[in-house]
């Protein structure tokens, strides 16, 4: 079993396990995605374009009042990818016991 390069990245494993929590029906917004992975604003978003252009993440982007607002939340696929990448982390964590 081999890690999945797109998650393996630190600032994306953060994002990943910060969304897979969810239900289907919810979403984070950037501010807090931000929060959560310590990431700048540049950084972030271009963490997420790139989990994004994986299919592993839907970014949905409108206005609450006139502010924008960005939330991810994960994909079918990408919550199977994360899954994957979990059982990656146990397989080396039982090995190494």
Do not use: C, W
């Not at 310590?38 to 972030?44: E, I, R, V």
Request: positive net charge; without cysteine.
């Amino acid at each position: 079993m081999e890690p999945d390069d797109i998650i393996h990245q630190s600032t994306r494993l953060r994002l990943m396990a910060a969304l897979y929590p969810l239900t289907r029906n919810e979403r984070l917004d950037f501010k807090r995605l931000k929060a959560l992975s310590g990431a700048t604003d540049g950084n972030l978003g271009g963490h997420l374009a790139t989990l994004e252009k994986a299919g592993y993440v839907v970014i949905e982007k409108d206005f609450v009042g006139k502010k924008p607002r960005t939330r991810a939340s994960l994909t079918k696929e990408g919550r199977r990818a994360f899954e994957r990448h979990l059982d990656f982390l146990r397989d080396i964590l039982e090995q190494s016991q």
